[in-house]
């Protein structure tokens, strides 16, 4: 996904939330230890070669075990054929109906069985179905999760979409199917179909499959759709699941992996080549995954264009009447093919369009050179027109939706947004699309991550959120922050809900499953804090060329950064308290003292008799210490005749993460301890000559997964201006919001 269309809802409505009381949510506690058996069974005996291969688990979430290094036929050397081990082809030809909304398809579906097993059944994805009626997997889990979905569509009568296959045929015989429910959902949910084969397909053998189909695409509500003669193509054609075998993303035995289409999943897919020809009438500006091929052929007011491209996973287009002359430009980086970007636009959003060309262009230089090199020769920004938003924000394999603003002023928030989504839709190109993570199973590994690049580069570009529009800013009001502050305040940091290894399905929340873009960016901002920044790059290049068309897990991405940086440990208990389960940050200074240390009222032995010091002799003797010292020091505005103790208790609330504490003194003197154990306090201790000011935990906010910043640091005098600054920020926020809502 896919940033939510609304786009102030997106950036504001959390972070609103986030400044509001929330209450504490409960740890969850770790599973006991179990003890091992005594002795290690014998393994089960092997499946016959033509049993039935089982669907993945309905409940699978993040992996905990790394993928074989032959997994998806081993890394990539660049000295193979193809970019990708290939293991589908789609040849498709489309007809577009503006008018009725509807697509004629036919395809041709040739897949290679890369299992050691017979295959006699296969599962096709029928995702345009969940938006066929009320009793599918996604509108049922939209009213469960409820609120704060995209942009939250109504459905009206008339709106609906749908996919129905015709003819399906394995040669000369027709192949049976049946609509199945992977995940427990609804018998009423349509989105997964079975189809039994008359021939099963061998071991290493290729399975062709001839059909038809037609899609009636609904108004835009999510991702796809029509509005008026704007037509966004997404999820659109009979998909197959993934035969995923042992070693791979934790598969013990060959699986299927063909989830349901839930509310929130979004895609999952083999790589391989893309043949497509679409046909629309004359006049329609047509984009799509891919390079075109040659001139269009137009016969009969109809005009046919054909798209290839290899090495994908997905497919999606667009087509338009009324498309702006679009923006083409080229780019060109090392390792990479000069890469054509052409920006589709409406005429109301024209501002739009070379801004989003720009920062397409950063994007790709960025990604390639943080990352890796983009392999493709083709890059499509389409921008929706008005009352299509829904369309914007989201991703496919070299295309990708933005957003579109009338106006674009510079340094204010409606800039930013454009740049963001354009930058983040891009990002994806590289997360989901080149290294084709599972986002039904693990979708931090691509919502989560790519906000996290996605923000680095904004990082690397010096630009933060200008929470502020053109008219604020002409008043003088113009607050900022960092990318990164505003990813924590809508990282659910008080109340996590789930573990960001959670699938996209099984959720508390609509919300929760909106933290795995911002909290999974704020634990990987608090790994690089801790592991250096340049580590952690070169850790993400490693994944990404050892990955890259093979479909990565979590447990990959774990063992990557804790092989590259070296620190296991810390890598191992950030995945274990965040990725595996959902613990709370929460450390807090409790108490800071600093105390003349002065005489003492009490007995002592002196010259082997005990002798008593009373308190008015203590005074006494504390006063005219005092008095020398001022004498001798006249000048001096710190110290004394007596050192300072000073006291600093930090306690624990949640998990144990690397903490820094400093103490500033009087004389502008600092020290500083480490804190890293899992005890839920401790306490420092300093006899110093100055008095101490202030401690101070997390000075470099090392760690925003934190619940509570405010109460990282402590003066021992009070002070207001920390009351007063976040009071200013906050209304200075609700003005922005305000403001965004009443211009855009």
Same mark, same amino acid.
């Given at each position: 996904?896919?940033?939510?269309?609304?786009?102030?809802?997106?950036?504001?409505?959390?972070?609103?939330?986030?400044?509001?009381?929330?209450?504490?949510?409960?740890?969850?506690?770790?599973?006991?230890?179990?003890?091992p058996p005594e002795t290690t069974p014998p393994p089960p005996p092997a499946p016959p070669s033509d049993?039935?291969?089982?669907?993945?688990?309905?409940?699978?979430?993040?992996?905990?075990?790394p993928s074989a290094a032959t997994a998806w036929g081993g890394a990539r050397t660049g000295q193979e054929p193809t970019l990708s081990d290939r293991v589908v082809t789609y040849d498709i030809s489309a007809t577009l109906d503006p008018v009725k909304h509807t697509i004629e398809g036919k395809e041709r579906l040739?897949?290679?069985?890369?299992?050691?097993?017979?295959?006699?059944?296969?599962?096709?994805?029928?995702?345009?179905?969940?938006?066929?009626g009320s009793g599918s997997t996604f509108f049922t889990e939209k009213r469960t999760l409820g609120f704060d979905f995209r942009s939250d569509v109504d459905v009206k009568e008339g709106e609906w979409g749908h996919i129905e296959l015709g003819r399906v045929q394995q040669g000369?015989?027709?192949?049976?199917?049946?609509?199945?429910?992977?995940?427990?959902?609804?018998?009423?949910?349509?989105?997964?179909?079975?189809?039994d084969l008359p021939e099963p397909v061998a071991p290493g053998g290729t399975l062709t499959l001839d059909l038809t189909f037609q899609d009636q695409l609904p108004r835009v509500i999510a991702r796809t759709g029509y509005f008026g003669t704007f037509h966004l193509v997404g999820q659109w054609f009979p998909k197959i699941g993934v035969l995923e075998l042992p070693g791979e993303r934790g598969a013990t035995e060959p699986r299927w992996n063909c989830h349901e289409f839930h509310l929130h999943s979004e895609f999952y897919a083999d790589y391989g080549l893309f043949d497509v020809k679409l046909t629309v009438p004359k006049g329609f500006t047509v984009g799509a995954t891919g390079e075109e091929q040659g001139e269009p052929v137009e016969r009969n007011g109809l005009v046919t264009h054909r798209f290839v491209q290899g090495d994908v996973h997905d497919f999606a287009w667009t087509a338009d009447s009324r498309t702006a002359p679009p923006l083409v430009d080229t780019w060109t980086g090392p390792g990479s093919p000069e890469v054509k970007v052409r920006v589709l636009f409406p005429p109301e959003y024209r501002a739009s369009a070379a801004p989003a060309l720009q920062a397409t262009k950063d994007a790709l230089t960025y990604f390639s050179s943080t990352l890796g090199p983009y392999p493709y020769k083709t890059?499509?920004?389409?921008?929706?027109?008005?009352?299509?938003?829904? /369309?914007?924000?989201?991703? !496919?394999?070299?295309?990708?939706?933005?957003?579109?603003? &009338?106006?674009?002023?510079?340094? %204010? #928030? @409606?800039?930013?947004?454009?740049?963001?989504?354009?930058?983040h839709e891009f990002g994806h190109g590289y997360f989901y699309g080149l290294l084709g993570s599972n986002e039904f199973e693990e979708p931090m590994l691509d919502e989560g991550l790519n906000d996290y690049w996605d923000q680095r580069m904004m990082r690397a570009r010096g630009q933060p959120v200008h929470l502020t529009t053109r008219w604020l800013r002409r008043l003088g009001i113009a607050p900022a922050l960092a990318g990164f502050e505003v990813e924590r305040l809508t990282a659910m940091v008080r109340e996590p809900g789930d573990a960001l290894g959670a699938n996209s399905w099984d959720r508390l929340?609509?919300?929760?499953?909106?933290?795995?873009?911002?909290?999974?960016?704020?634990?990987?901002?608090?790994?690089?804090?801790?592991?250096?920044?340049?580590?952690?790059?070169? /850790?993400?290049?490693?994944? !990404?060329?050892?990955?890259?068309?093979?479909?990565?897990? &979590?447990?990959?991405?774990?063992? %990557? #950064? @804790?092989?590259v940086s070296g620190q296991r440990e810390l890598v191992e208990r950030t995945f274990a308290q965040q990725v595996y389960a959902?613990?709370?940050?929460?450390?807090?200074?409790?108490?800071?003292?600093?105390?003349?240390?002065?005489?003492?009222?009490?007995?002592?032995?002196?010259?082997?008799?005990w002798v008593e010091l009373t308190k008015e002799d203590a005074d006494k003797r504390a006063r005219a210490a005092r008095d020398a010292w001022d004498k001798a020091h006249p000048d001096a505005k710190v110290g004394g005749p007596f050192p300072y103790e000073t006291v600093v208790t930090v306690r624990r609330l949640g998990a144990a993460v690397p903490q820094t504490l400093v103490v500033t003194f009087a004389d502008g003197s600092t020290q500083t301890?480490?804190?890293?154990?899992?005890?839920?306090?401790?306490?420092?201790r300093w006899t110093t000559s100055a008095r101490a000011v202030s401690a101070q935990l997390d000075p470099e906010r090392q760690n925003l997964l934190d619940a509570n910043k405010l109460d990282d640091s402590r003066k021992l005098e009070p002070s207001s201006r920390a009351a007063r600054r976040w009071t200013s920020h906050a209304a200075a926020v609700v003005q922005s919001v305000v403001s965004l809502l009443v211009t855009l």
């Open positions: 996904m896919t940033l939510r269309g609304n786009v102030s809802r997106y950036l504001f409505a959390p972070l609103l939330l986030a400044l509001a009381v929330t209450a504490w949510a409960d740890l969850r506690p770790a599973p006991a230890p179990t003890k049993a039935p291969i089982a669907l993945a688990d309905p409940h699978a979430r993040a992996v905990h075990v040739t897949w290679r069985n890369r299992s050691d097993r017979q295959v006699g059944a296969v599962y096709l994805h029928l995702y345009l179905n969940a938006f066929a000369d015989a027709p192949v049976p199917w049946t609509f199945v429910q992977p995940d427990g959902g609804p018998a009423t949910d349509q989105t997964v179909v079975r189809l890059v499509t920004v389409v921008i929706p027109p008005m009352n299509a938003d829904e /369309a914007g924000g989201m991703e !496919y394999p070299t295309f990708f939706t933005a957003i579109g603003m &009338a106006e674009v002023p510079a340094n %204010t #928030l @409606a800039s930013y947004a454009l740049e963001f989504v354009t930058i929340s609509s919300r929760s499953y909106g933290a795995v873009y911002a909290r999974t960016a704020t634990t990987m901002h608090d790994l690089e804090a801790h592991l250096g920044t340049e580590v952690m790059e070169r /850790a993400f290049k490693t994944y !990404y060329e050892r990955w890259k068309f093979r479909h990565p897990s &979590a447990a990959d991405l774990r063992e %990557t #950064l @804790a092989e959902t613990q709370k940050v929460d450390d807090r200074i409790e108490s800071l003292t600093s105390e003349e240390q002065r005489p003492q009222p009490g007995t002592s032995r002196v010259e082997g008799k301890a480490r804190w890293n154990e899992d005890r839920p306090w401790a306490r420092f």
